[in-house]
């Protein structure tokens, strides 16, 4: 059964910065885009951005020149370093392939952007 594990999330001020891993068991990793989601609450999951497995690249419109997703396909992990954070990106963040695939969501990791 593939996991999917996001860690990195935290408490941080307007503008500050943070940087996500989501790290993937199995093997769907080396096969599959790769992506990252928020859900705010009372809001529905959005993509973020989303990575192909040779590093091709496509962010949400209100992400873009904020956020930069990676991936690092010999540890099966997808980060993504977000930076100028606003408060309107809180939010549960989670990776998950793009279109998800893993039935199974990983537990998130929380981004609170707060002064």
């Known amino acids: 059964q593939v996991q999917l594990v996001e860690s990195g999330g935290g408490l941080v001020q307007p503008g500050g910065s943070l940087r996500l891993s989501c790290a993937a068991s199995?093997?769907?990793?080396?096969?599959?885009?790769m992506g990252w989601y928020r859900q705010a609450p009372g809001k529905q999951r959005d993509l973020v951005a989303s990575?192909?497995?040779?590093?091709?690249?496509n962010y949400a419109d209100f992400v873009k020149g904020r956020f930069t997703i990676s991936r690092d396909n010999a540890k099966n992990t997808v980060y993504l370093q977000m930076n100028s954070l606003e408060a309107e990106d809180t939010a549960v963040y989670y990776c998950?392939?793009?279109?998800?695939?893993?039935?199974?969501w990983g537990q998130g990791t929380q981004v609170t952007v707060s002064s």
């Open positions: 998950n392939t793009h279109p998800p695939r893993v039935p199974h």
């Open positions: 199995g093997s769907i990793f080396s096969i599959y885009t």
């Open positions: 990575i192909t497995r040779v590093g091709s690249t």
